[in-house]
């Protein structure tokens, strides 16, 4: 069965901080997608970024990076020098093939950047 | 190219009341899903559509609730004799079956208020 922890409930930073939000994730399928969606104060989730399971390969996109490790089931996700506008609710998912592809969310980390 | 539309955004009923809500997916998104969202919760998948046939229906869903997608395109959520336990945000989103890592886009979401 899959399912997806975000052990983080909240995490408060300063501007210009870096922060990182852990996912540890559990699927008995070889092949399978993660996700990092954000959902700010207005509600509508985003689709941030996408990692599939054959590749491991860490990468950085402007201000987000990301780290899969299979080995671990982690799949964590970094934000670098932190700004006011960051402060939402980060979702990261799972999708599996056994599960038809569809995707669920851990319960999310509410991160609050103060100036 | 649109995103996904759904309506109403807020709905106020009274408990026994039954209400409907509307989906409209990214126009080439040949999935579509529903999800429920609870304040402090991640969303929770209920029940998913490729093309117009449904393919999978969460426990969550209860006899009460009912989906279709009659043509493939638009959906409808629909809760009969709605309960105040039923109060959430119901998501909607949509996805390509292939060549997208399955990644799903979410529409605004619809409020439910049961009184």
């Known amino acids: 069965a899959q399912k997806v922890t975000q052990a983080q409930t909240e995490i408060s930073v300063v501007e210009k901080e870096d922060v990182t939000l852990d996912c540890v994730y559990e699927?008995?399928?070889?092949?399978?997608?993660l996700f990092w969606y954000k959902q700010p104060p207005s509600g509508e989730l985003v689709f941030l970024i996408r990692?599939?399971?054959?590749?491991?390969q860490n990468e950085i996109s402007g201000r987000y990076s990301w780290n899969f490790q299979k080995s671990t089931s982690s799949f964590n996700f970094t934000i670098t020098a932190s700004q006011v506008v960051d402060s939402a609710v980060y979702f990261c998912a799972l999708s599996e093939a056994t599960g038809g592809f569809k995707t669920i969310f851990g319960a999310g980390t509410r991160l609050f950047v103060k100036a | 190219d649109t995103g996904v539309s759904q309506n109403p955004r807020h709905k106020i009923t009274k408990r026994g009341q039954n209400v409907t809500f509307r989906c409209d997916p990214i126009?080439?998104?040949?999935?579509l899903y529903w999800y429920r969202q609870t304040l402090g919760q991640g969303p929770e998948f209920l029940t998913y559509?490729?093309?117009?046939?449904?393919?999978?229906k969460s426990r969550l869903l209860s006899d009460r609730f009912s989906a279709e997608r009659p043509k493939g395109s638009f959906s409808t959520l629909e809760i009969q004799r709605t309960e105040q336990g039923d109060s959430a945000m119901y998501l909607c989103?949509?996805?390509?079956?292939?060549?997208?890592?399955?990644?799903?886009?979410f529409g605004e979401g619809s409020w439910l208020t049961v009184v």
């Open positions: 126009s080439e998104h040949n999935r």
């Open positions: 559509f490729q093309n117009e046939a449904q393919l999978e």
């Open positions: 989103a949509s996805s390509l079956s292939q060549g997208s890592g399955n990644t799903i886009y």
């Open positions: 699927t008995r399928d070889t092949t399978y997608y």
């Open positions: 990692r599939n399971s054959f590749d491991e």
